[in-house]
């Protein structure tokens, strides 16, 4: 792993996985407000992050942390559930509940 960071140029002993993401200098504001006020930016953003690839530490930081706004291609509720609107991505997010155990309220 060392190796790998120090071919792409990455300092091992600062690295983070942010340091990859595919969002990284990006206006943070298309993943909160902006991606809730209007679906065709929600569904842009997570276009990048289906081929990011740090979607699931991204993923993850959401979960433990109880993140608010699109972390690793889901909306996020500030509480450790995923949340959808859209038809096929609520059965989706319903299915991802159930597994990291969260309520469906
Ligand atoms: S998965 Fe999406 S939100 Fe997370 S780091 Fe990658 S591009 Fe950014």
């Given at each position: 792993m060392n190796e790998l960071l120090k071919q792409?140029?990455?300092?091992?002993?600062?690295?983070?996985?942010q340091d990859i993401?595919?969002?990284?200098?990006?206006?943070?504001e298309l993943f909160f407000d902006r991606a809730e006020a209007d679906q065709v930016i929600a569904d842009q953003v997570?276009?990048?992050c289906d081929v990011c690839?740090?979607?699931?530490?991204c993923f993850m930081q959401a979960r433990e942390n109880r993140e608010q706004g699109i972390w690793g291609k889901y909306n996020w509720d500030g509480k450790g559930k995923v949340t959808e609107e859209k038809i096929n991505?609520?059965?989706e997010a319903v299915r991802i509940?159930?597994?990291?155990?969260?309520n469906d309220e």
């Open positions: 792409l140029n990455l300092d091992p002993d600062s690295f983070a996985w993401a595919l969002c990284k200098g990006h206006d943070t997570k276009s990048m690839p740090v979607r699931n530490a991505d609520h059965d509940n159930q597994l990291l155990g969260a």
